[in-house]
């Protein structure tokens, strides 16, 4: 047996799954033809194959409760790629699904930093809700 080791990437990005927080929902299929679609696109770009593995779950936040999804990556020990490179990739990946998929905020988790990308900082969910969370 075969046993190859890397020092431990991670990174972790949620999308919710309403378009432009309207009451327009994208499918789970809709969402992987576009992550697919934008793959495709990164290879191009930075040589770089991006294994996505996708999970489900919800944002709830003072009144806010939608259903969204967890794409997460690892630094795959039988295909490593420098990590600058790696993080750019995945930033990129992100900006660029968030767009197809009419997002306003998505933020990217690394094991070392944080990153929010957003359009508009002044938009919100409308079903945010800060009152009632001071009650």
């Known amino acids: 047996m075969n046993i190859k080791k890397s020092k431990t990437f991670r990174a972790v990005a949620t999308f919710g799954l309403k378009r432009g927080y309207r009451e327009d929902f994208i499918s789970l299929e809709e969402f992987k033809l576009q992550l697919v679609a934008v793959q495709k696109m990164i290879f191009r770009r930075f040589n770089i194959h991006l294994s996505t593995k996708i999970a489900n ?18 630094q795959y020990p039988k295909f490593q790629y420098d990590e600058v490179k790696l993080k750019e990739s995945i930033l990129t990946l992100v900006e660029i699904l968030m767009n197809a998929l009419e997002q306003n905020r998505v933020v990217v988790v690394f094991d070392d930093e944080t990153f929010m990308l957003e359009k508009d900082k002044d938009q919100l969910d409308p079903g945010i809700d800060f009152k009632q969370s001071s009650e």
């Open 57 to 74: 779950c919800d944002i709830v936040f003072s009144g806010q409760d939608e259903p969204s999804v967890d794409i997460s990556f690892i």
